[in-house]
Nanobody, 115 residues
Framework: QVQLVESGGGLVQPGGSLRLSCAGS??????MGWYRQAPGKERELVGS???????NYANSVKGRFTISRDYATNTVYLQMNSLKPEDTAVYYC???????????WGQGTRVTVSS
């Protein structure tokens, strides 16, 4: 059974930092990354690792967020620095299975940036 378990969300002041983690199990994933969905908005890509191992980011987070991946533990991380109120959203881990190309989502972790 494929599972993606996220952790690390919470409340942080503008300018602060948070680190999200997503541990995958039950499969080998060729793509792992993060999406987010703010209230009243569509889900959008934050950043991901493609099968080639090269990270890509949304323009809105470039230079502030860093995605990394531990292939040994099937874990993907999102280091978020210089957080802004507009980063407030539910963050979802995303993974694509290597063999079937099926997509999976985590349950979501809420990030609130507010003073």
């Amino acid at each position: 059974q494929v599972q993606l378990v996220e952790s690390g969300g919470g409340l942080v002041q503008p300018g602060g930092s948070l680190r999200l983690s997503c541990a995958g199990s039950g499969s080998i994933f060729n793509v792992m990354g993060w999406y987010r969905q703010a209230p009243g908005k569509e889900r959008e890509l934050v950043g991901s690792f493609t099968s080639g191992g090269i990270p890509n980011y949304a323009n809105s987070v470039k230079g502030r967020f860093t995605i990394s991946r531990d292939y040994a533990t099937n874990t993907v991380y999102l280091q978020m620095n210089s957080l802004k109120p507009e980063d407030t959203a539910v963050y979802y881990c995303y993974a694509r299975q290597a063999v079937t190309n099926a997509a999976y989502w985590g349950q979501g972790t809420r990030v609130t940036v507010s003073s």
